[in-house]
Protein backbone atom coordinates (compact mmCIF):
# COMPACT_ATOMS: atom_id res chain seq x y z
CA UNK A 1 0.00 0.00 0.00
CA UNK A 2 1.62 3.44 -0.88
CA UNK A 3 -1.88 5.69 -0.04
CA UNK A 4 -1.21 9.15 0.85
CA UNK A 5 -4.46 10.65 1.70
CA UNK A 6 -5.97 14.35 2.05
CA UNK A 7 -8.78 16.15 2.96
CA UNK A 8 -10.68 18.39 2.08
CA UNK A 9 -9.83 17.89 -1.60
CA UNK A 10 -11.29 21.39 -2.53
CA UNK A 11 -11.71 24.30 -0.30
CA UNK A 12 -12.49 27.88 -0.55
CA UNK A 13 -11.79 30.34 1.99
CA UNK A 14 -12.10 34.22 2.51
CA UNK A 15 -8.82 36.06 3.38
CA UNK A 16 -10.33 36.20 6.97
CA UNK A 17 -10.88 32.12 7.71
CA UNK A 18 -9.23 30.03 9.54
CA UNK A 19 -9.18 26.55 8.20
CA UNK A 20 -6.60 23.69 7.80
CA UNK A 21 -5.41 21.07 5.32
CA UNK A 22 -5.02 17.23 6.96
CA UNK A 23 -3.03 14.19 5.56
CA UNK A 24 -2.38 11.28 6.11
CA UNK A 25 -0.18 7.39 5.66
CA UNK A 26 -0.20 4.35 6.99
CA UNK A 27 3.16 3.09 5.61
CA UNK A 28 5.36 3.92 8.09
CA UNK A 29 6.94 6.33 6.56
CA UNK A 30 9.57 8.62 8.85
CA UNK A 31 9.49 12.01 6.68
CA UNK A 32 6.35 13.75 5.18
CA UNK A 33 6.00 17.10 3.37
CA UNK A 34 4.03 19.76 1.63
CA UNK A 35 4.15 21.04 -1.43
CA UNK A 36 2.29 23.54 -3.04
CA UNK A 37 2.22 24.18 -6.75
CA UNK A 38 0.54 26.43 -9.03
CA UNK A 39 -0.95 25.38 -12.57
CA UNK A 40 1.79 23.57 -15.07
CA UNK A 41 4.49 24.42 -12.39
CA UNK A 42 6.77 21.66 -10.37
CA UNK A 43 5.85 21.30 -6.73
CA UNK A 44 7.53 23.66 -4.03
CA UNK A 45 8.58 22.83 -1.12
CA UNK A 46 6.93 24.31 1.88
CA UNK A 47 7.53 22.14 4.80
CA UNK A 48 9.71 18.62 5.82
CA UNK A 49 8.98 16.90 8.94
CA UNK A 50 10.73 13.67 10.10
CA UNK A 51 10.58 11.57 12.69
CA UNK A 52 7.52 13.75 13.65
CA UNK A 53 10.01 17.03 13.85
CA UNK A 54 10.13 20.39 11.30
CA UNK A 55 13.59 20.07 9.82
CA UNK A 56 12.83 22.02 6.74
CA UNK A 57 11.03 25.63 6.48
CA UNK A 58 11.65 26.99 3.19
CA UNK A 59 11.01 30.43 4.19
CA UNK A 60 7.14 29.78 4.28
CA UNK A 61 4.99 33.00 4.88
CA UNK A 62 3.94 32.83 9.17
CA UNK A 63 0.09 32.70 7.56
CA UNK A 64 0.72 28.69 6.86
CA UNK A 65 1.32 26.68 10.10
CA UNK A 66 2.10 23.29 9.83
CA UNK A 67 1.43 20.28 12.31
CA UNK A 68 2.73 16.38 12.67
CA UNK A 69 0.22 15.43 15.65
CA UNK A 70 1.61 12.53 15.10
CA UNK A 71 3.85 9.66 12.65
CA UNK A 72 1.19 9.06 11.06
CA UNK A 73 -0.50 12.90 10.89
CA UNK A 74 -0.31 16.06 9.24
CA UNK A 75 -1.78 19.12 9.26
CA UNK A 76 -1.43 22.67 7.25
CA UNK A 77 -3.39 25.24 9.63
CA UNK A 78 -4.08 28.23 6.96
CA UNK A 79 -5.34 32.05 8.45
CA UNK A 80 -5.16 35.17 6.42
CA UNK A 81 -4.45 34.15 3.25
CA UNK A 82 -3.81 36.18 0.53
CA UNK A 83 -5.57 35.67 -3.79
CA UNK A 84 -1.69 34.34 -4.53
CA UNK A 85 -2.02 31.46 -2.31
CA UNK A 86 -4.47 30.14 -4.29
CA UNK A 87 -3.02 26.69 -5.74
CA UNK A 88 -3.32 22.93 -5.32
CA UNK A 89 -0.97 21.79 -2.08
CA UNK A 90 -0.06 18.70 -1.97
CA UNK A 91 1.32 16.07 1.06
CA UNK A 92 4.13 13.82 0.62
CA UNK A 93 5.44 11.06 2.51
CA UNK A 94 8.88 8.90 1.92
CA UNK A 95 10.62 6.34 3.98
CA UNK A 96 14.56 5.66 3.49
CA UNK A 97 15.56 1.70 3.48
CA UNK A 98 18.50 -0.23 3.28
CA UNK A 99 21.10 0.95 0.70
CA UNK A 100 19.83 4.68 1.10
CA UNK A 101 16.83 4.01 -1.08
CA UNK A 102 13.91 6.23 -0.75
CA UNK A 103 11.31 7.10 -2.50
CA UNK A 104 8.59 9.61 -2.23
CA UNK A 105 4.58 9.19 -2.25
CA UNK A 106 2.08 11.99 -2.88
CA UNK A 107 -1.68 12.65 -1.87
CA UNK A 108 -4.33 13.45 -4.25
CA UNK A 109 -4.07 17.27 -3.05
CA UNK A 110 -6.51 19.97 -2.24
CA UNK A 111 -7.45 22.67 -4.54
CA UNK A 112 -7.11 25.86 -2.61
CA UNK A 113 -9.37 28.87 -3.93
CA UNK A 114 -8.59 32.44 -1.37
CA UNK A 115 -11.31 35.03 -2.52
CA UNK B 1 14.77 25.69 -4.20
CA UNK B 2 17.35 23.99 -7.07
CA UNK B 3 15.09 23.20 -9.84
CA UNK B 4 16.32 20.45 -12.70
CA UNK B 5 16.32 21.08 -16.54
CA UNK B 6 13.97 19.17 -17.78
CA UNK B 7 13.31 18.76 -21.98
CA UNK B 8 11.64 18.78 -23.49
CA UNK B 9 9.03 21.49 -21.93
CA UNK B 10 6.37 20.11 -24.20
CA UNK B 11 5.63 17.09 -26.95
CA UNK B 12 2.87 16.53 -29.42
CA UNK B 13 3.02 13.25 -30.63
CA UNK B 14 0.81 10.82 -32.92
CA UNK B 15 -0.70 7.54 -31.25
CA UNK B 16 1.75 4.75 -31.40
CA UNK B 17 4.86 6.92 -31.35
CA UNK B 18 7.59 6.91 -28.82
CA UNK B 19 8.55 9.14 -26.44
CA UNK B 20 12.11 10.53 -25.14
CA UNK B 21 12.23 12.64 -22.45
CA UNK B 22 15.46 13.65 -20.10
CA UNK B 23 16.34 15.91 -16.74
CA UNK B 24 20.18 17.03 -15.81
CA UNK B 25 21.16 18.95 -13.17
CA UNK B 26 24.58 20.52 -11.90
CA UNK B 27 24.42 18.78 -8.71
CA UNK B 28 24.90 14.72 -8.26
CA UNK B 29 21.68 13.05 -6.76
CA UNK B 30 21.07 9.71 -4.96
CA UNK B 31 17.95 9.01 -6.58
CA UNK B 32 16.13 9.60 -8.96
CA UNK B 33 12.14 9.39 -9.81
CA UNK B 34 9.24 9.72 -12.32
CA UNK B 35 6.31 10.84 -11.68
CA UNK B 36 3.28 11.01 -14.23
CA UNK B 37 0.48 14.01 -13.19
CA UNK B 38 -2.82 14.75 -14.56
CA UNK B 39 -4.53 18.11 -14.17
CA UNK B 40 -5.81 18.76 -10.57
CA UNK B 41 -4.26 15.61 -9.25
CA UNK B 42 -1.51 14.76 -7.49
CA UNK B 43 1.85 13.27 -9.22
CA UNK B 44 2.07 9.43 -8.89
CA UNK B 45 5.07 7.53 -9.18
CA UNK B 46 6.10 6.07 -12.13
CA UNK B 47 9.52 4.48 -11.77
CA UNK B 48 12.35 4.90 -8.98
CA UNK B 49 15.85 4.91 -9.84
CA UNK B 50 18.86 4.42 -7.13
CA UNK B 51 22.13 3.68 -8.58
CA UNK B 52 24.20 5.01 -10.97
CA UNK B 53 23.44 3.32 -14.60
CA UNK B 54 20.28 1.67 -13.13
CA UNK B 55 18.17 0.59 -16.45
CA UNK B 56 14.28 -0.08 -14.63
CA UNK B 57 11.48 -0.85 -16.96
CA UNK B 58 7.45 -0.41 -15.43
CA UNK B 59 5.30 -1.77 -19.06
CA UNK B 60 5.96 0.68 -21.92
CA UNK B 61 8.07 3.20 -19.74
CA UNK B 62 11.78 2.66 -19.14
CA UNK B 63 13.88 5.01 -17.67
CA UNK B 64 17.39 5.10 -16.81
CA UNK B 65 19.90 7.10 -13.94
CA UNK B 66 22.61 8.98 -15.54
CA UNK B 67 26.68 7.36 -14.91
CA UNK B 68 27.42 10.71 -14.05
CA UNK B 69 24.50 11.06 -11.05
CA UNK B 70 23.28 14.16 -12.66
CA UNK B 71 20.82 13.06 -15.78
CA UNK B 72 18.15 10.72 -16.02
CA UNK B 73 16.08 9.73 -18.94
CA UNK B 74 12.19 8.31 -19.87
CA UNK B 75 11.01 7.01 -22.41
CA UNK B 76 7.66 5.79 -23.25
CA UNK B 77 6.97 3.38 -26.05
CA UNK B 78 3.91 2.91 -28.01
CA UNK B 79 1.83 5.88 -26.91
CA UNK B 80 -1.80 5.74 -26.35
CA UNK B 81 -3.84 8.98 -25.54
CA UNK B 82 -3.99 8.24 -21.65
CA UNK B 83 0.25 9.19 -21.79
CA UNK B 84 -1.55 12.51 -22.29
CA UNK B 85 -0.28 14.39 -18.90
CA UNK B 86 2.92 16.34 -17.06
CA UNK B 87 6.14 14.36 -16.44
CA UNK B 88 8.21 15.27 -13.66
CA UNK B 89 11.40 13.71 -13.21
CA UNK B 90 12.40 14.80 -9.08
CA UNK B 91 15.71 14.07 -7.62
CA UNK B 92 16.84 13.43 -3.96
CA UNK B 93 19.93 14.57 -1.89
CA UNK B 94 19.69 14.44 1.68
CA UNK B 95 16.12 15.06 3.10
CA UNK B 96 14.99 16.89 -0.02
CA UNK B 97 13.38 15.89 -3.48
CA UNK B 98 14.30 18.48 -6.45
CA UNK B 99 11.52 18.45 -9.24
CA UNK B 100 12.39 18.56 -13.10
CA UNK B 101 10.30 22.00 -14.59
CA UNK B 102 8.00 19.10 -16.58
CA UNK B 103 7.15 17.68 -19.27
CA UNK B 104 3.85 18.33 -21.07
CA UNK B 105 2.38 15.42 -23.00
CA UNK B 106 -0.17 15.53 -25.62
CA UNK B 107 -0.92 12.03 -27.98
CA UNK B 108 -2.86 12.77 -30.77
CA UNK B 109 -5.25 9.70 -31.73
Known amino acids: DTEVTQTPKHLVMGMTNKKSLKCEQHMGHRAMYWYKQKAKKPPELMFVYSYEKLSINESVPSRFSPECPNSSLLNLHLHALQPEDSALYLCASSQRRGGGQETQYFGPGTRLLVL | GQQLNQSPQSMFIQEGEDVSMNCTSSSIFNTWLWYKQDPGEGPVLLIA?????ELTSNGRLTAQFGITRKDSFLNISASIPSDVGIYFC?????????FGTGTSLTVIP
Open chain 2, 90 to 98: AGRTGNQFY
Open chain 2, 49 to 53: LYKAG
